[in-house]
């Protein structure tokens, strides 16, 4: 990493920190400037936009954080079952977690909208080819192919990931019958009864 990149970095890491501390509405570039060492000049040289460029670069950069640590921990799944169903309960439970996501969406959920269209296509894209060895190991449904499989299973992943509507992710039977029927119903074979009485 370059010294701009580090400084980058660092004056990013400066602005989370002030936003978990004191809240959107409250976090100045003075703020900013003193947590990260720098002068409000230097912000407007990494930052030209001022607060806002800011605001929304933090935004940026935790997104594709959340999504690394989520890889993190999807990693070493053995199974596709397995990778949705606790890539959905990590994913769910950081969402939850997450306090400065939560004060952004109580208070200024509009801060979110322009990364999350921004950031979608190609997060679906990495998603679907994290999963594509996955998939290349289970026999789909007749006329189901590998591309649309995988298309299919990442904007599912981005759709449930942002809003489980009635389904609880915190119980993992739930979470199981939800992969099964909505997440693989659709590109695995119907399952036959010997794999029905195992379930």
């Known amino acids: 990493m370059s010294t701009k990149e580090e400084k980058r970095e660092a004056i990013l890491q400066a602005t989370y920190g002030c936003l978990a501390a004191s809240g959107l509405s409250a976090t100045s570039l003075d703020d900013v400037a003193q947590a990260a060492g720098v002068s409000r000049a230097t912000l407007y040289r990494y930052f030209p936009g001022g607060r806002d460029d800011l605001v929304s670069a933090v935004v940026t950069w935790e997104y594709r954080r959340f999504f690394i640590r ?63 060895p996955y998939l290349e190991r289970e026999e789909l449904r007749d006329g189901c192919d590998i591309d ?27 979470v199981r019958r939800l992969v099964r029927s909505e997440f693989l119903g659709g590109i695995l074979p119907e399952p036959t009864s010997l794999t029905m009485r195992q379930i």
């Open 70 to 132: 989520l890889y993190n921990a999807v990693k070493e799944c053995e199974t596709l079952e397995q990778v949705i169903e606790t890539g959905l309960v990590v994913a769910h439970q950081a969402i939850t977690d997450h306090e400065v996501l939560q004060m952004i969406l109580r208070g200024e959920p509009g801060v979110l909208e322009p990364t999350l269209v921004a950031e979608a296509g190609p997060t679906r894209e990495q998603i679907a080819l994290f999963l594509t």
């Open 148 to 174: 649309h499989a995988r298309q299919f299973l990442a904007r599912m992943v981005l759709s449930y990931i942002s809003a489980p509507g009635q389904w609880n992710f915190d119980d993992p039977e739930e």
